[in-house]
């Protein structure tokens, strides 16, 4: 599934998450990338490590828990750890696929889905979309900030490179609970009737089993 969702972060929240990011210190981001990806990596990461980096990571943190469609749409099980991107002229991210094994020793996990959290106005740099190939063509992504795009780890993807101004993002990965993304989207379609439903046209009875065919779905698909 490919969803995009606006105001992830509030206004409040980018108000907060800005000043942190300006007291951050930042290094080349081939040295978060695989041997392949590091070759047409251009970017600077942030070191996340100290206290403002902690308070950024805990802000986006929060802003994910409580987002029902994000929840809804990636079932997360569990998350890398966040990289806090900044890409300036010249910069870029050429053609690549994210790994599919992330982590080291017990804290490993399996690429299910991406996100990118835009962290500030499209208006603030040329260039810097985000282009997913999907079955169906390349998606260009450059999103107001505050929004997200959370999309299949598995599809080819790249930052087209920066002529003007700086981009912005916050990324991460996700296994999710349900590794298989078509019974991903199935149980992203029953919440979403779940959610339309009119109260004063639906029985007690009809929501409860609605209920248990997602939780017994759940149960038949979700993985450890
Ligand atoms: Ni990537």
């Given amino acids: 599934m490919f969803l995009t969702i606006g105001n992830v972060l509030s206004e409040a929240g980018l108000s907060e998450v800005q000043p942190l990011i300006k007291a951050l210190d930042w290094r ?13 990596k251009r970017n600077e990461q942030a070191d996340l490590s100290s206290e403002a980096g902690a308070r950024v990571v805990a802000i986006a943190q929060d802003a994910l828990a409580s987002q029902p469609v994000f929840q809804s749409a990636a079932r997360p099980r569990t998350f890398s750890k966040f990289l806090l991107s900044r890409t300036a002229k010249g910069g870029g991210y050429g053609a690549h696929i994210d790994n599919a094994i992330m982590g080291r020793g017990s804290g490993q996990m399996r690429s299910d889905l991406s996100f990118t959290l835009f962290l500030n106005s499209p208006e603030a740099y040329e260039g810097g979309a985000l282009n997913i190939e999907t079955p169906a063509g390349t998606q260009s992504i450059k999103q107001d900030a505050g929004d997200l795009v959370l999309y299949p ?54 929501r409860l089993i609605l209920d248990k065919t997602v939780s017994n779905l759940l149960r038949l698909w979700s993985v450890s």
Wanted: glycine share 6%; proline share 3%; net charge negative.
């Fill in 28 to 40: 080349d981001g081939a040295h978060t990338a695989g041997a392949r990806a590091r070759a047409v």
């Fill in 153 to 206: 780890s598995s599809l080819i993807h790249e930052v087209t490179p920066v002529t003007a101004g700086v981009r912005l993002v916050l990324v991460g990965w996700i296994q999710s609970h349900i590794r298989d993304t078509a019974q991903r989207e199935i149980l992203f379609d029953l919440d979403r009737v779940r959610v339309s439903l009119d109260p004063s046209k639906v029985s007690d009875t009809e």
